[in-house]
């Protein structure tokens, strides 16, 4: 069956671009709004590397990339590490922090949040999806 008949028979799709990468069913930013705010509003920020779960190839970043990634001091992600809310391992006297964690713990207080989307990357999400 060639595409103009299958155009005919699905009369949702016609005159539409039937293009698969268009076809993504993207939740919009303001769900993804939401779905944040109600993680923010509860007291404590599930981790998911907390109950063993262990990404396949996580991404290693230095303290330094992470403060700037983040659009925090370094001082910031310090203290994270001290408390334990980010995953990290120590490797020739550095620190390697996973960046899934510490996406995950920008998102767990509103200022980080902002600091994330305003000076980290979340400045360039916009830019990206245009």
Do not use: C
Request: no cysteine.
């Amino acid at each position: 069956m060639s595409a103009e008949e299958q155009k005919n028979l699905n009369p949702k799709s016609a005159g539409k671009n039937t293009d698969s990468s268009n076809d993504l069913d993207l939740p919009s930013q303001t769900e993804i709004n939401k779905l944040f705010q109600q993680q923010r509003k509860k007291k404590g920020v599930h981790l998911p590397f907390q109950k063993n779960n262990h990404f396949p190839n996580p991404l290693w970043v230095s303290v330094s990339e992470a403060a700037k990634l983040g659009g925090i001091s370094a001082r910031t992600v310090r203290r994270s590490l001290e408390a334990k809310q980010v995953r990290y391992k120590i490797v020739n006297n550095r620190y390697l922090i996973d960046f899934a964690s510490l996406i995950i713990f920008l998102h767990s207080k509103k200022k980080l949040f902002n600091k994330l989307s305003h000076f980290g990357l979340g400045q360039y999400i916009k830019k990206w999806l245009d």
